[in-house]
């Protein structure tokens, strides 16, 4: 695994291998890997000649100075997991690699980014687009692998590649959950022990939910079951949870016969902030 650090670096490695055939997967990531990203990195690895993986806290997408600040960064480790995983690049630019100077470009995705994520991390969808296109056009890569527990990131990213004509395919992998149905993530890492063991609840919740959903009952009340049951654990305070269409992501009031539905919640578990969802179909 050859490891990258400059933005000319990427493109000189990612042009070559195009030169000689090759078929590239990119697997964008803020580090401090888990089960879920080494996933990706597997189905790349089955569908692609050369892995790209890479690592980079994202300044642009944070809202909140302080959750910038906490974010894990192992980057030692983070390697050690990427090589046997198939990986074969590994780019981990510094912010000045990335941005050379302060960026001004502002991406409106419309009713996509107005609801759910959007709605309650002001800026944060153009941050992900920004960063997100800047690997696109270094990488050039044949296909893009991102994970479904970010519902709405990779819906974002689909609208992206389709306005900018990006030539390469979205490819989305489920959602890896521990054993006991916690939605793997990054900053499950900054849960203390009292909030680890309440934060399965929140995949209880969403499965209770697609069973209400599954018969029939009213989005509305849906919503509100759902709120009252994480309401019942001091230590989960909820941001939202939306019963939303699963192309659209607009919230329902209404089921309409046919469109799958996706259930999404956020919530703050001793001051780390978590999201997770189900799709019903």
Not at 64 to 89: I, Q
Request: hydrophobic share 45%.
């Amino acid at each position: 695994m050859q490891i990258l650090t400059t933005a000319a670096g990427l493109q000189a490695y990612t042009e070559q291998a195009r030169s000689r055939g090759q078929r590239i997967g990119l697997v964008p990531t803020m580090g401090a890997l888990h089960a879920g990203h080494l996933q990706l990195v597997q189905a790349a690895r089955a569908e692609c000649n050369e892995v790209v993986a890479t690592v980079f806290v994202n300044p642009t997408q944070f809202n909140n100075p302080e959750d910038f600040r906490l974010y894990p960064r192992v980057p030692e480790a983070d390697a050690e997991l990427l090589a046997p995983a198939g990986c074969t690049a590994l780019f981990v630019p510094s912010v000045a690699e990335i941005y050379p100077q302060p960026t001004v470009l502002k991406f409106d995705f419309g009713p996509l980014e107005r609801v759910m994520e959007g709605a309650h991390r002001a800026g944060h969808f153009n941050g992900v687009a920004t960063v997100v296109s800047k690997l696109f056009h270094l990488a050039r890569p044949h296909r893009a692998y991102f994970g479904q527990k970010d519902w709405q990131q990779v819906a974002i990213v689909r609208q992206l590649v389709a306005d900018l004509s990006f030539d390469l395919e979205i490819v989305a992998r489920p959602t890896v959950r521990e054993a006991d149905g916690l939605a793997m993530s990054s900053r499950n890492r900054r849960l203390g022990p009292a909030a680890r063991a309440a934060a399965p609840l929140l995949h209880q919740v969403l499965v209770a939910a697609a069973a209400q959903v599954r018969d029939g009952v009213a989005p509305a009340q849906v919503r509100a079951a759902a709120e009252t049951a994480l309401g019942q654990e001091p230590l989960i305070a909820p941001e939202y949870v939306e019963v939303a269409d699963a192309q659209t992501l607009q919230p329902l009031e209404t089921y309409v016969p046919g469109r799958a539905v996706v259930l999404c919640l956020a919530a703050h578990l001793g001051g780390v902030r978590l999201i997770d969802n189900v799709l019903v179909e």
